[in-house]
Antibody, heavy 119, light 110 residues
Framework: QVQVVESGGGVVQPGGSLRLSCVAS????????MHWVRQAPGKGLEWVAF????????TYADSVKGRLTSSRDNSKNTLYLQMDSLRAEDTAVYYC????????????WGQGTLVTVSP | QSALTQPASVSGSPGQSIAISCTGT?????????VSWYQQHPGKAPKLIIY???RRPSGVSNRFSGSKSGNTASLTISGLQAEDEADYYC??????????FGGGTKLTVL
């Protein structure tokens, strides 16, 4: 069965860095677009990043551009989100999500990992 | 990348039908038939219930249906059940490999 499992969340000070990981199984990871989506406490969903199956094309929401970087290691079925220059407003549960190929929608989500940016 | 507009809350009684609107612009909802809808129960991950405006993934009840007119998409839930009480989010492709979500709608089953 398809699974994506995030890890790496925690508490970090403003200006600090964190790296999230998402391990995928049950599907051909190397052939699938992947995304990061976040949800601040008590708030709605916000799309954060897209990464092409081969990792060469990446796009980001304006709110994170230049500070968050998505990458992937297809040999390890793993997606990453490098988070630098973190701000209080980056506090959220971060989900990785598999793209339902060619439909531009997200069909499998992980359970999420919480990132808290606080002094 | 402004969020799509959804009503903050809707409610209905068991057995009734409700509709949730999702208004975007000519740059997102109006330009692409690539609107999806997600159901999220408290403390859980979102679940895809509609993609490409009106298609249902395997296993999703046919009580859920989607449509679009111009810059506004809609999710209709018929035969409301207690288990439908959740938050619902629309999402649209916005071109240039970018996506935008709606602010979310809390559905209460009375």
């Amino acid at each position: 069965q398809v699974q994506v499992v995030e890890s790496g969340g925690g508490v970090v000070q403003p200006g600090g860095s964190l790296r999230l990981s998402c391990v995928a199984s049950g599907f051909t990871f190397s052939r699938n677009v992947m995304h990061w989506v976040r949800q601040a406490p008590g708030k709605g969903l916000e799309w954060v990043a897209f990464i092409h199956p081969d990792g060469t094309i990446k796009t980001y929401a304006d709110s994170v551009k230049g500070r968050l970087t998505s990458s992937r290691d297809n040999s390890k079925n793993t997606l990453y989100l490098q988070m630098d220059s973190l701000r209080a407003e980056d506090t959220a549960v971060y989900y990785c999500a598999k793209d339902l190929s060619t439909t531009y929608s997200f069909d499998y989500w992980g359970q999420g990992t919480l990132v808290t940016v606080s002094p | 990348q402004s969020a799509l507009t959804q009503p903050a809350s809707v409610s209905g009684s068991p057995g009734q039908s409700i509709a949730i609107s999702c208004t975007g612009t000519s740059s997102d909802v109006g330009s692409y038939n690539l609107v999806s809808w997600y159901q999220q129960h408290p403390g859980k991950a979102p679940k895809l219930i509609i993609y490409e405006v009106a298609r249902r993934p395997s296993g999703v009840s046919n009580r859920f249906s989607g449509s679009k007119s111009g810059n506004t998409a809609s999710l209709t839930i018929s035969g409301l059940q207690a288990e439908d009480e959740a938050d619902y989010y629309c999402c649209s492709f916005a071109g240039s490999n970018a996506w935008v979500f709606g602010g979310g709608t809390k559905l209460t089953v009375l």
